[in-house]
């Protein structure tokens, strides 16, 4: 099958090459001719485990090509629609990308053919756009992506489930879609086909709910600080219970990145417009919780060295999750500001973000190493704040050697406590209380 992938950012670029690997014929849009350039060299703008070897692969195969041509996607039968839809200053999601390329697209659509949106857009926005796609004769569903950074292409090839959006009874694009997702369907892929505004609605249900989850949890570590209790224990404990699960209960700095953050507020937003606000006002507290964390990393550098400025701090960690350079909302960069607004004098290490946070945040006042051992030479502190591999298996012993002062601020409680505090260093943590610090 001929498809067009239309938007070739982090979303757009993994399902162009993705789907070309499972043998369909993809051209990938895209306005920015950098980034086109740069995609059809094989290269990702931006850091995916596997991508590069995929693009690469794919475009060996003349399977996958790149354009900033709207006109080349004239071909295709199927049209996938995967531009960004970031916050606007309302909260709101802004939709001037998803209504430029719709317009840019609809003088290429025609009967038979069929734009597919994955972009994560507020409920309503597919009856609108099929609305203006509905005189070319083509149609429109809504198909939204389930991606976690760092595993996107494991979860664009198998996904645990794939949720078809269409008009009531338009087998034809069900049949058109199951042709597309053939292989992963063959293999036992859960499908759903929905109406178009549950489809919609699927992504930030899905986002919301996490994010409560591991808000939920950090407010409980909140909780556990207090009366000197240990949330990863708590953790263990209610994660037992299959009602509850133990996943996303890991209390630390919180969430950030280019979803979540964003898609809680877009359906804040979107709630208050349809008049639902009240159904939706919890997860205010569940952003508030998650930024206090960020905070409360701050308060307990201040609390083991007294006073900040002046302090060298080493922060492990710039990106907002590992196998990623994303900063969007890290909370690695907002712990960075803060630090610097107190005084203190910060040095940051990260195995993949580092130029991504140059880039995206040149006001930053912090000193970038190129690895941990130099960031942490002669640290008054250390505070790990992205759990990548290789912070997670530093030496305490080596590493208590470089350290002016042996303390470590665990923000994702990832590291083996007593290891670290056999090696003689204190180790605070988000939720484990002071006295756990030496338990």
């Not at 850091?47 to 996958?64: S, Y």
């Not at 083996?416 to 209380?433: M, P, T, Y």
Request: glycine fraction near 10%.
């Amino acid at each position: 099958m001929i498809i067009s992938v239309i938007g070739c950012g982090y979303l757009g670029a993994v399902h162009a090459a993705s789907m070309a690997s499972l043998g369909h014929d993809v051209i990938g849009i895209d306005v920015d001719a950098r980034r086109v350039e740069k995609l059809a060299r094989g290269e990702a703008p931006f850091f995916e485990p596997g991508l590069d070897e995929l693009l690469t692969a794919t475009i060996a195969t003349g399977r996958l090509r790149f354009s900033h041509d709207m006109a080349d996607i004239a071909a295709a039968q199927v049209h996938f629609l995967a531009v960004g839809t970031p916050q606007s200053e309302s909260g709101a999601a802004d939709l001037r990308y998803v209504d430029a390329a719709v317009a840019a697209a609809i003088p290429y659509l025609g009967p038979g053919t069929l734009l597919v949106g994955k972009s994560t857009v507020p409920v309503g926005t597919a009856d609108r756009l099929a609305a203006l796609v509905a005189p070319t004769g083509a149609a429109l569903a809504w198909n939204p992506e389930f991606l976690r950074e760092g595993h996107a292409i494991q979860d664009t090839l198998s996904p645990d489930r794939i949720v078809y959006g269409v008009a009531d009874g338009d087998g034809t694009t069900v049949g058109i879609l199951d042709a597309v997702y053939a292989d992963a369907l063959a293999r036992g892929v859960s499908r759903l086909v929905t109406d178009l505004r549950t489809a919609e609605l699927v992504k930030v249900a899905a986002n919301a709910f996490l994010a409560t989850k591991i808000s939920f949890i950090n407010a409980m570590a909140e909780i556990a600080e207090k009366v000197d209790a240990d949330v990863v224990a708590l953790a263990d404990a209610i994660g037992r219970d299959d009602r509850i699960g133990r996943r996303f209960l890991n209390a630390g700095v919180g969430f950030g990145g280019g979803c979540l953050p964003k898609d809680i507020r877009g359906f804040i937003a979107r709630s208050e417009e349809v008049g639902a606000g009240e159904a939706t006002a919890f997860l205010r507290e569940v952003d508030r919780i998650n930024l206090r964390r960020r905070d409360r990393i701050v308060e307990l550098l201040a609390e083991e060295l007294g006073e900040l400025q002046g302090a060298r701090i080493a922060v492990l960690g710039i990106a907002f999750k590992p196998e990623s350079d994303d900063v969007r909302d890290s909370p690695a960069i907002d712990v960075i500001g803060r630090l610097h607004a107190a005084g203190a004098d910060v040095v940051a290490t990260d195995p993949r973000a580092i130029e991504a946070a140059r880039r995206a945040h040149p006001e930053l006042v912090v000193e970038y190493a190129a690895t941990a051992r130099e960031a942490m030479s002669d640290a008054g502190a250390v505070v790990l704040l992205t759990e990548w591999t290789e912070f997670r298996e530093l030496d305490p012993v080596e590493e208590r050697a470089v350290v002016r002062t042996p303390l470590m601020i665990d923000g994702r409680n990832v590291l083996d406590r007593e290891r670290w505090i056999a090696a003689g260093w204190r180790v605070r943590a988000l939720g484990r209380g002071s006295g756990a610090a030496s338990r």
